[in-house]
């Protein structure tokens, strides 16, 4: 397993700041070792994933009989993932509120207030009573709480990730972009384990009582246990130095948008054939199995479960294929072989459980090599002034475009008109991938 290395003249070496504590008279800080920085951008990123797993598995198995009894399974599963799609709304308007508080009271008291929201809001959850008890004021509830936990992840943004990549050597830039986009599997393999083992111990009738609430408390846990791993980076003088030193802060929206406003649009296209994929193999499925197969939930969330894995090691690949042809490439023919994917796609699914296992597997794998570049391959056209708040609305806009209502649409259009809409889904977020691309490359001969 490959390390994460960041060479000594990027980054303040020990006997460097020792000495020049002592030449000014004051005590010496310790370094924030690269090391230290690829763990809190992992443990930031899987934290952050494991609350959205959590909620968009409970938003197929669990809110459709709780919050939604009063209507037929296919039309509570819908509005479940309707309200699932609002945290991909409230996102971006997260980022612009904690990027305002940020600029005022610093990256660690944003960082602060950003997960204690996102915990609260999981585990406020977790604690709210079923349709059968207060009515409509339950589902209202659990609106405002996904809202919350969308404006909680757009304040979550730490710019780690940035930082890694910006300081990494021309030639490894693929490796460091695809360190981020671990914390995706390793947040799906833990909450799809939860569930897994909670509907394996318990009746149908408990689990949808009160098991599915434990995994939200758990949730709040590894918060806590996050926050305080990505704070001890945040505040430390060397990162917050070595961040003003790249220009790593906010910037005005209006400004941005101003500047670098088409690249924002350009890089939120670029990510869509890997975001469009994300739902379809982690939520789409478990809607699709429950309403139309007999097929065991325990047994197929662990076939995910390896999936997730599967995705876990094609993110690792996906960083040394880039480094070997660039980011740009990779992600463009992965969206080419997305493209291929969504012509068989349907007839997996449509397939039975071997099939449909197949398309899990499959699927993982692709979403795995796309996803782990799908962020930073474009966000050099923000320059150093832009990138920290135009590579995180840019993330923002990704997921609403591409990501947001997928399971929703792909589940709405599937039971109406077939499973090839599934493959016409996947075939759209290819197509949006390859253009920007295309256009990103125009303009850039152009300039």
Known sequence: MHSVQISSDQLPSRRGASASSRDHGTRAHPDVAPGEI???????????????????????????????????????????????????????????????????WGRGVKLTIALFLLGTATAGMAFLPAYARIGWLSIALLAFFRVLQGVALGGSWDGLPSLLALNAPKERRGWYSMLGQLGAPVGFIVAAGVFAFLHASLTQEDFLAWGWRYP???????NVVALFARLRLVVAEEYQGKMGELELEPTPIGELFRAKGQHVVIGAFTALASYALFHIVTIFPLSWILLYSDQSIVGFLMIQILGGFIAAGAIVASGLIADRVGRA????????????????????????????AAFILIGFALLGL?????????????????????????????????????????????????????????????????????INRAMRFKS
């Not at 493209?339 to 997996?348: D, W």
């Not at 002034?385 to 997928?406: E, K, N, P, Q, V």
């Not at 792909?410 to 077939?418: I, K």
């Open 38 to 104: 690829a763990v809190g951008v992992v443990v930031g990123r899987a934290s952050e994933y494991f609350d959205f797993f959590v909620y968009g598995i409970a938003s197929a198995l669990v809110f459709p009989a709780v919050f939604f009894p009063f209507m037929d399974r296919l039309q509570g599963t819908l509005w479940s993932f309707a309200i699932f799609a609002l945290a991909f709304v409230a996102r971006p308007l997260g980022t612009v509120l904690f990027m305002s508080i940020q600029a005022r």
């Open 329 to 356: 490439r990779t992600l463009g023919g992965l969206a080419i072989v997305i493209a291929m994917f969504s012509g068989f796609a349907p007839t997996l699914m449509g397939a039975g459980s071997t099939g449909q």
């Open 216 to 222: 939200f408390f758990v949730a709040f846990a590894i």
């Open 370 to 438: 796309s996803y782990g570049q799908a962020a930073g391959t474009v966000t050099a056209n923000f320059g150093q002034r832009y990138r920290y708040t135009g590579a995180a609305l840019t993330s923002d806009l990704a997921w609403l475009i591409g990501a947001a209502f997928a399971p929703l649409v792909a589940l709405g259009l599937c039971a109406q008109f077939g499973l090839a809409w599934l493959g016409v889904y996947l075939l759209s977020g290819a197509v949006g991938t390859l253009a920007a691309l295309g």
